[in-house]
């Protein structure tokens, strides 16, 4: 009987676990059905659809939006090209610092350190790249050459310098990701492996790195995935000659109002993050035995 | 014989900053022994270890590998092998990749057939054959500890290091390893260098005990040495159970010094360095050393508190008037009904010669000290 009692009160208590969670959760979701769910769906729907004669979305089924994604051929093939090199970029440039940072700076400076990698976040990125476009134009970087008799040097609007827009405007999100699976590291198994005879660097080869991919990989389909959509730092400091899928989004729903086509790119754009995501999953969950660390 | 040491340190301290972790250490252990370095925490232990290993440099003084003085030679450049705390085993490789670890490293390169005929036979000499492809999550304890030998004796050491290694594992399995371990040793040959905080491992696995304490050697030697002629007050109350009784010094009959306890009570005692007359000492009285018998029968009178009966022997708390709780160990012979009962008054013997006398060294608290056994038990 009062196993019976004891059964009772048990679903009782789950009864409002479950009430109090889902009351938690509702907020979150709410948002996530009105703001990601439906819209995916409504671009999923106008991706199959026509234009209408004066722009816009039209009601259909047809594949033909998607027949014509070659007509978009070279702002795919320039974002393919830039997502990945962006963000291997940022990558060379992030890791160094996010090891100095959980491995060698000092305790106390850590978070004064860390703080300061994620300050500029505090800007928005476009006037942060605004003032880059400041620095490498003429009246810039290439003006104090000049000074010292280096004369027309050009780094605005050059590939270089969309690169180093890239790698300014996404550096902490690749830091942190990388600096958290430095810092959970265990210390001694580099102990442990420098004691086996490894040197410091094939200790760093086949422990720190290895063991650090997870957060590298979060990283970097973090960078490469945001870097997809990317079309406001190739604009500014590329001087907007190359387009990117950004731009063409941009274009086919503002201006030339072509929405299924637009809708059809978007699509395709989120089908290769997914595969993205799933491809730096599996690289870190084979050489690592371990998940991405988890930032977002 | 003058057999070149397999580990020596001369004169080695090691400062971090102000703070002191060992200073003075001069040590010699012989090829082929199982050493263990014994001390509470914060004593020094792990820091020597760690300069063995190259993972601290000594402050001062030198330390030599079967000769070689160690100075600027990095881990991995060391002939020595550790088993860590915890085996800091590598979780992204399995079982195999982990014994092989220091054999990839060789160079000249090992061939891959050697380096796996000899990581297999590593395995087997554990008891791990057919585990190679596990992963070390999969593993239980016992198992991991195991593995972590493996990797360090696979690349045949000069000496291996053992940090703390059976921390980790439950009582029971304590104890099958403390065998194992010592047949290890044995089989193979090479020194092991053992650190534990845990006296009785250090007394049943080595061949010499070296007991530290606030960054010192405070006493070297074999394992009966150490419990039967404790250096001074610290080892007598750290390594094994004692009673410590306080007293002063209260006149000399030959090589005994005769202490006159709390109560008045007059024992005999041995020592360890000259007392002073009415100098301020402990007798330590191992609790098997004292025997226990009808009242009258013996200098030191007292009551049965607690028995705690353990089969082959019985250990008594009795409370003795003006001294404290004394902690008895005495043989349960079966048949002899020589088993005393709480609340019964007992007469507490030794054999002369067996009480010890240390002078009371300053700011060790000895006086809160004594019968802490005791208080654990009753």
Known sequence: MSAGTGTVSMHGNRFRHNFLTA???????????????????????????????????QAAFTLAQYANLPARATAFWNTMVLAPVGALACLLVAYPVAYY???????????????????????????????????????????LLAFVGIEDVRLINTPGAVLLGIVYGYLPLMILP?????????RRLLEAS???????LSTFLGVTLKLSLPGVMT????????????????????????????NALVDLFLQSRNWPFGSAIAITLVLVSVVVLIVANRISNRVAGARRVDLI | MTAVP???????????????????????VPPSAFVALLGPSGCGKTTCLRMIGGFEQPSEGQVFIRGQDMAGTPPYRRPVNMVFQQYALFPHLDVEANVSYGLRQARPRLSSREIGQRAGEALEMVRLAGYGGRKIHELSGGQQQRVALARALVNKPAVLLLDEPLAALDKKLRTDMQIELQN??????????????????ALSMSDFVCVMNGGRIVQLGQPNEIYDEPADLFVA??????????????????????????????????????????ETVSVSLRPESLSLGAPASGPLKGVVRNRIFLGSTAEYAIEVQGIGTLLAKADHLIGQGNLFKPGEPVAIGFATGTPLAFPETKNNGTNQRVNKHVEIIS
């Open chain 1, 23 to 57: 009351l938690l959760l509702a907020p979150a979701t709410v948002w996530l059905v009105v703001f990601l769910v439906l819209p995916f769906i409504a671009i999923a729907v106008f991706s199959v659809g026509e234009r209408a004669p004066e722009g816009g979305y």
């Open chain 1, 101 to 143: 940072l959980a491995l060698q700076a000092p305790q106390r400076w850590r978070l004064i350190l860390l703080a300061l990698v994620v300050i500029p976040f505090w800007t928005s990125l476009l006037m942060r790249t605004y003032a880059w476009m400041y620095i490498l134009g003429g009246r810039g970087i290439p003006a």
């Open chain 1, 178 to 186: 990388i600096y958290v699976s430095l810092e959970r590291l265990d």
């Open chain 1, 194 to 200: 420098a004691d086996l005879g490894a040197t410091p």
């Open chain 1, 219 to 246: 990283g970097f389909s973090l960078v490469m995935i945001l870097l997809l959509g990317e079309y406001l730092i190739p604009t500014l400091l590329g001087g907007g000659k190359v387009f990117f899928i950004g």
């Open chain 2, 6 to 28: 397999d580990i020596e340190f001369r004169g080695v301290a090691k400062r971090y900053g102000a703070v002191t972790a060992v200073s003075g250490i001069d040590l010699a």
């Open chain 2, 184 to 201: 290890l040793q044995r089989e193979i040959g090479i020194t092991f260098v053992l650190v534990t905080h845990d006296q009785e491992e």
């Open chain 2, 237 to 278: 109350d750290f390594v094994g159970k004692t009673n410590l009784l306080a007293g002063k010094v209260a006149g000399h009959t030959g090589e005994l010094v005769d202490v006159a306890l709390a109560d008045g009570t007059i024992i005999a005692a041995r020592k360890r360095t000259a007392l002073q007359q009415g």
